[in-house]
């Protein structure tokens, strides 16, 4: 089981962490991921945190985001900085203990999915 949080109300140029929890299995032994949705829209890859700790982000969050890994709190974090508006979405993490290679960013792959935390950005 995967819990979201942190997300919330800011402005443009701020920053935000959000953290996502599992129960059950560990982090360190699978790959975990962040998307983000928009209403009507499809859930969209954010980036991604290997096993091995390789990590991928999307373009357009590159030096801005910064997804990590505290295997003794079993917790990933997303640091997000330098918000946009064009950040705001519901940000869900995402894990599965079967990807051992490769930058995944298809929902599909994932089997775990966290109940997802908003984010917005205002002007």
């Known amino acids: 089981q995967l819990q979201a949080y942190g997300g919330g109300l800011v402005q443009a140029g701020d920053s935000l962490r959000l953290s996502c929890v599992a129960s059950g299995r560990s982090f360190s032994s699978g790959a975990v991921a962040w998307f983000r949705q928009v209403p009507g829209k499809e859930r969209l890859f954010v980036s991604m945190?290997?096993?091995?700790?390789?990590?991928y982000y999307e373009e357009s969050v590159k030096g801005r985001f910064t997804i990590s890994r505290d295997d003794a709190k079993n917790t990933v974090y997303l640091q997000m900085k330098s918000l946009k508006p064009g950040d705001t979405a519901v940000y869900y993490c995402?894990?599965?203990?079967?990807?051992?290679?490769?930058?995944?960013?298809?929902?599909?792959?994932?089997?775990?999915w966290g109940q997802g935390t908003q984010v917005t950005v205002s002007t």
């Open positions: 945190i290997r096993r091995d700790n390789h990590t």
């Open positions: 995402a894990a599965d203990w079967t990807i051992i290679w490769g930058s995944i960013r298809n929902a599909g792959e994932y089997g775990h």
